[in-house]
């Protein structure tokens, strides 16, 4: 691939199960800004995207939301691409004249599903309303309350809203209230902390198990006696090893069998993805962004000569305030983890809380704020797919 860097964005419905992606891009040979070399940029993202990743390994069966420039749509750009998996992203820059709109009619005709971004309602866009799908609205550019009136402004039309850069659990509320359909932002990634919460049971043996599983000193003996205890993850971990994963020689005997054939990271990092899927009522959107980051720190670990398996631990417990609604450090005070530990997610401190922070600016695709020097574009980008097709492989795993 070349030096364009890929993401994604989760776009979710109103019950936050993932809706579709929006496609992400940059990169070093052109400028976004420029209206020549932001339809390159497409140009190349739809060559990366389709020819050299994959559509299907960046978005899976998901819908991809897709930016696209004047010259991208009158050149007609879109018509290489699947009218089923795709979604023309018209950018609020473009020049909205009748050779547009004749244009972005044949893609409708077509069955082509068109989005107006960054949206705002002047006499120029009107024409658009009457066969665009979807409308975004960018809910940081403008006070709530006026995001609000033009909801109410758009009702006549028959369009999806589509909520996005949503900050926080009130706006989406309010703004599904008031009639939004589909939300894009970290929201649901952001824990909705409500004073004097406490741990139920079921929540507090979870938390109990992860520290059991973390400790520097726990043995074989102790997990496979710890899983042997549970039907659940009895089955669920013999389902696993029997995955394409592993190439068993042998029949599984025991519990205590299998923890040592998989090894002690490898299992120490399952049951801590089956037990963070059990400490509370989130998404599956959430549990793929976890699963994303967390491989994501422990593939970068690699380059940077750090553990591996201390880094994906890392990355994933510093979700944890996300699942459980509480405070970070309340939540990280209750296992027995190492300090750094604690530093690298309170405080993005040493090599490993360089490396969380960079992930997390990836997420964001606030990508002026990277800071690992050594890790080229084209390893990030490749390091971020592989993320994604792993996250992809596991919760097929786990929701068995």
């Known amino acids: 691939m070349s030096d364009i860097l890929i993401g994604r964005q989760q776009i979710l419905d109103s019950k936050l199960n993932l809706y579709a992606y929006e496609i992400l891009f940059r990169g070093h040979d052109f400028d976004l800004k420029d209206q020549e070399g932001a339809a390159q940029a497409t140009n190349q993202v739809i060559t990366d995207t389709l020819l050299e990743i994959g559509l299907n390994d960046i978005v ?104 996005e850069k949503v900050e926080s659990q009130a706006e989406y509320l309010a703004l599904k209230k008031a009639g939004c359909e589909l939300f894009q932002g970290f929201f649901f990634s952001k824990p909705n902390i409500v004073a004097g919460k406490r741990l139920d049971i079921n929540q507090a043996a979870a938390i109990k198990l992860l520290g059991l599983i973390n400790d520097p000193e726990v043995d074989f003996n102790q997990l496979s006696t710890t899983i042997s205890q549970d039907i659940g993850l009895s089955f669920k971990l013999l389902h696993y090893i029997n995955s394409a994963f592993f190439a068993l020689p042998n029949k599984i005997k025991s519990i205590k069998h299998a923890v040592t054939y998989l090894g002690l990271n490898e299992v120490k990092r399952w049951i801590n993805i089956l037990t963070l899927t059990s400490l509370a009522n989130k998404t599956n959107a959430l549990f793929r962004h976890i699963l994303t980051r967390s491989r994501m720190c422990e593939l970068l670990a690699q380059q940077y000569h750090e553990d591996p398996a201390h880094l994906f631990l890392i990355g994933m417990m510093s ?23 604690e530093r690298a997610i309170l405080h993005h401190e040493g090599i490993a809380g360089e490396i969380l922070a960079y992930v997390i600016s990836y997420e964001r695709w606030e990508l002026s704020s990277q800071r690992l020097s050594r890790i080229h574009p084209e390893n990030i980008g490749a390091i971020y797919i592989q993320s994604i097709n792993w996250t992809d492989d596991v919760l097929a795993d786990i929701n068995c």
Not at 85 to 102: H, K, P, S
Not at 327 to 333: C, D, M, V
């Open 319 to 341: 979700c944890l305030d996300s699942l459980m609604d509480m405070p970070i450090a309340e939540l990280l005070a209750q296992l027995p983890l190492t300090e750094d530990v």
């Open 60 to 163: 899976g069966t998901s819908k991809a939301f897709i930016n696209f420039t004047t010259q991208n749509l009158l050149e007609k750009t879109p018509l290489h691409l699947p009218k089923d998996r795709i979604v023309i992203e018209v950018l609020e820059d473009v020049v909205v004249n009748q050779d547009l709109i004749d244009t972005l009619k044949e893609f409708s005709r077509l069955g082509y599903t068109i989005a107006l971004d960054d949206f705002v309602l002047t006499p120029d866009w009107v024409p658009l309303l009457t066969f665009a799908d979807i409308v975004k609205l960018d809910v940081m550019a403008m006070p709530l309350a006026d995001t609000l009136t033009l909801i109410e402004q758009l009702k006549p039309y028959q369009v999806k809203l589509l909520a």
